[in-house]
């Protein structure tokens, strides 16, 4: 686990980057999660290291990677949707500053076991989200802008890499009791809930946007492309989800594809 510092620009790519429209809104929704939720997971983690570097200096390491890792992604985000807000969606803005408002609650008013449980839910998802994204990653070559697909690949690599991270964090500090099997789940449960429910929201904003520019027909073609994208996604989602609240779950067991390892060896760790 290294962080890695690509090189990313973003002008030149249009908010259309696939040739599905919805697919490419439903990504774009996605991107404004990371500008938001980064920054919080940097925080929590930097709660919880005092306590797991008495217990276990390794962990604190990889607390120290995984942080200089979401640091990028939040910076790469940043301006990814800075390219979404000039080019015809500055609405987004508001949704912004609802997810922001929400962590700094959390962080000043939640207790560090919702915050490290929430943290854990939200990189199970990363990570099963990773592995479903290098399977499709084929198709999604010959129909997408390289660029934006390039932010996607390596951000969704690094969750996969550091996918143990704040599960290991997370029973470090409060065991592997069945107590702490159901919070571990609940939290999966809120934050897959919260989240889902936030880019729904940023992708019916992006979406409806777009149609108004549309003939009927188009609209209805739209809307028939949003529910099948929906159906599918949630269908993937419950085979996830029946993995992560397994009381045998355990990240550090799922090994990467062939096609991520290659990718991520392709490159430069040193920074700029």
Same mark, same amino acid.
């Given at each position: 686990?290294?962080?890695?510092?690509?090189?990313?620009?973003?002008?030149?790519?249009?908010?259309?980057?696939?040739?599905?429209?919805?697919?490419?809104?439903?990504?774009?929704?996605?991107?404004?999660?990371?500008?938001?939720?980064?920054?919080?997971?940097?925080?929590?983690?930097?709660?919880?290291?005092?306590?797991?570097?008495?217990?276990?200096?390794?962990?604190?390491?990889?607390?120290?990677?995984?942080?200089?890792?979401?640091?990028?992604?939040?910076?790469?985000?940043?301006?990814?949707?800075?390219?979404?807000?000039?080019?015809?969606?500055?609405?987004?803005?508001?949704?912004?500053?609802?997810?922001?408002?929400?962590? /700094?609650?959390? #962080? $000043?008013?939640? &207790?560090?076991?919702? =915050?490290?449980?929430?943290?854990?839910?939200?990189? +199970? @998802?990363?990570?099963?989200?990773?592995?479903?994204?290098?399977?499709?990653?084929?198709?999604?070559?010959?129909?997408?802008?390289?660029?934006?697909?390039?932010?996607?690949?390596?951000?969704?690599?690094?969750?996969?890499?550091?996918?143990?991270?704040?599960?290991?964090?997370?029973?470090?500090?409060?065991?592997?009791?069945?107590?702490?099997?159901?919070?571990?789940?609940?939290?999966?449960?809120?934050?897959?809930?919260?989240?889902?429910?936030?880019?729904?929201?940023?992708?019916?904003?992006?979406?409806?946007?777009?149609?108004?520019?549309?003939?009927?027909?188009?609209?209805?073609?739209?809307?028939?492309?949003?529910?099948?994208?929906?159906?599918?996604?949630?269908?993937?989602?419950? /085979?996830?989800? #029946? $993995?992560?609240? &397994?009381?045998?779950? =355990?990240?550090?067991?799922?090994?990467?594809?062939? +096609? @991520?390892?290659?990718?991520?060896?392709?490159?430069?760790?040193?920074?700029?």
């Amino acid at each position: 686990m290294i962080p890695r510092y690509p090189k990313m620009a973003f002008e030149a790519v249009e908010p259309h980057w696939a040739r599905n429209r919805e697919l490419a809104q439903h990504y774009n929704a996605a991107s404004i999660v990371p500008s938001h939720i980064e920054p919080y997971l940097v925080r929590v983690m930097l709660k919880a290291l005092p306590k797991i570097a008495k217990r276990d200096p390794q962990l604190a390491a990889d607390i120290d990677i995984f942080n200089k890792q979401e640091v990028e992604h939040c910076k790469r985000h940043n301006a990814f949707n800075k390219m979404l807000r000039e080019k015809g969606y500055p609405g987004i803005s508001a949704f912004e500053k609802q997810l922001s408002d929400e962590y /700094k609650d959390w #962080l $000043a008013n939640r &207790s560090l076991r919702f =915050n490290i449980a929430y943290a854990e839910g939200f990189e +199970a @998802m990363g990570s099963s989200n990773a592995e479903t994204f290098f399977e499709v990653l084929p198709l999604l070559e010959g129909s997408t802008d390289p660029q934006a697909l390039e932010l996607w690949k390596w951000h969704l690599a690094e969750e996969f890499e550091h996918r143990h991270v704040c599960f290991e964090v997370y029973h470090k500090l409060y065991g592997y009791g069945p107590i702490a099997w159901l919070y571990r789940c609940w939290g999966y449960l809120h934050a897959y809930r919260h989240l889902t429910r936030f880019m729904d929201a940023v992708a019916d904003y992006l979406i409806e946007i777009d149609r108004k520019n549309m003939t009927p027909d188009q609209r209805e073609k739209s809307k028939a492309r949003v529910m099948a994208h929906r159906k599918m996604t949630r269908k993937r989602d419950m /085979k996830q989800k #029946l $993995a992560v609240l &397994s009381p045998f779950y =355990n990240p550090s067991k799922k090994q990467p594809s062939m +096609a @991520m390892t290659a990718y991520l060896d392709s490159i430069p760790s040193a920074a700029p």
